[in-house]
């Protein structure tokens, strides 16, 4: 099993940045998972924002985030990250950090673990 911690949401303007960070621990080697966020606006599905793979040589982006998101992962640190930038009020939602032994499986979805999730708030 692994446990993760998100961190780094807050209030932003609209154009403006931020930074999440998620935190694993646990039994099993960090590096030997695929990570990713998601995000869930309100009375909205969750959605996939990011991906990135074991040894983050592949990552993967929604449409809407591609070229203002970036995913990163530092496994000596357990650690991944997602730089927002440029950000619009339409990126407001809880922002979940995700682990799936399967990069594939948690880019469709259905990861096995999950965060509890870090609120993100752009003003216009």
């Known amino acids: 099993q692994v446990q993760l911690v998100e961190s780094g949401g807050g209030l932003v303007q609209a154009g403006g940045s931020l930074r999440l960070s998620c935190a694993a621990s646990?039994?099993?080697?960090?590096?030997?998972?695929?990570m990713g966020w998601f995000r869930q606006a309100p009375g909205k599905e969750r959605d996939f924002v990011a991906a990135i793979a074991l040894n983050g040589g592949s990552t993967a982006y929604a449409d809407s985030v591609k070229g203002r998101f970036t995913i990163s992962r530092d496994n000596a640190k357990n650690t991944v990250y997602l730089q927002m930038n440029s950000l619009k009020p339409e990126d407001t939602a809880v922002y979940y950090c995700?682990?799936?032994?399967?990069?594939?499986?948690?880019?469709?979805?259905?990861?096995?673990?999950w965060g509890q999730g870090t609120q993100v708030t752009v003003s216009s």
């Open positions: 995700a682990a799936d032994a399967g990069y594939n499986s948690l880019v469709r979805g259905g990861p096995d673990y």
């Open positions: 646990g039994r099993r080697t960090f590096s030997r998972y695929a």
